[in-house]
């Protein structure tokens, strides 16, 4: 057997062995008190504060569209945990999720679409997805990207963020929603 077969079938072993932890970490997430059939999981797999800043202030206007009641936050970003109650009432939990889990979760999601209730945050992940090459293609922002292509929220319309009368420096700089 060539090298590069053995290559192969290496990557495809870790695919899915990567694929089936995450089947056992979607089943660990509905399995949690409160997680129905009408509550999205949103998943946002990196620490990009401003694609984080979106997925949380369109959060409201998501779940309204796709017709959910609440949302499951999935993230290993300690800013997202500080802040999603003060986008939306509608959070039922945030969950510490780390790298690796969103990884073999998000392996699980590229087999086929499992749930219609998870949604990935993000504008290239999982592998495949590649929004971010859209940005500037007339005149589009990450913002609308984001709105349209990940939430699927038609028509856009920019919601109002919240306001935060604390001293918190990193919650504020979320808020403004650039990164740090």
């Given at each position: 057997m060539s090298n590069h077969l053995k290559q192969v079938k290496r990557q495809l072993y870790?695919?899915?062995?990567?694929?089936?932890?995450?089947?056992w970490q979607w089943h660990k997430v509905v399995k949690i008190k409160g997680v129905?059939?009408?509550?999205?999981?949103?998943?946002?797999?990196?620490?990009?504060?401003?694609?984080?800043?979106?997925?949380?202030?369109?959060l409201d206007e998501m779940l309204k569209s796709r017709k959910f009641t609440n949302a499951v936050l999935l993230t290993h970003d300690p800013a997202v945990r500080k802040?999603?109650?003060?986008?939306?009432?509608?959070?039922?939990?945030?969950?510490?999720?780390?790298?690796?889990?969103?990884e073999d979760l998000m392996?699980?999601?590229c087999l086929y679409e499992f749930d219609k209730r998870f949604i990935v945050a993000s504008l290239d992940e999982p592998n495949g997805r590649?929004?971010?090459s859209l940005l500037g293609k007339r005149g589009t922002t990450q913002e609308e990207i984001f709105a349209i292509g990940v939430y699927r929220i038609y028509?856009?319309?920019?919601?109002?963020?919240?306001?935060?009368?604390?001293?918190?420096?990193?919650?504020?700089?979320?808020?403004?929603?650039?990164?740090?």
């Open positions: 870790r695919n899915l062995a990567g694929a089936y932890r995450g089947w129905t059939g009408s509550t999205a999981v949103v998943l946002l797999p990196s620490c990009d504060r401003e694609i984080n800043h979106l997925a949380l202030l369109y802040c999603a109650e003060l986008f939306s009432k509608n959070v039922l939990r945030v969950i510490v999720f780390k790298r690796k889990k969103a392996q699980f999601y590649n929004g971010s028509p856009f319309q920019r919601p109002q963020a919240p306001v935060y009368r604390g001293d918190d420096a990193e919650i504020m700089t979320f808020l403004e929603g650039r990164p740090q």
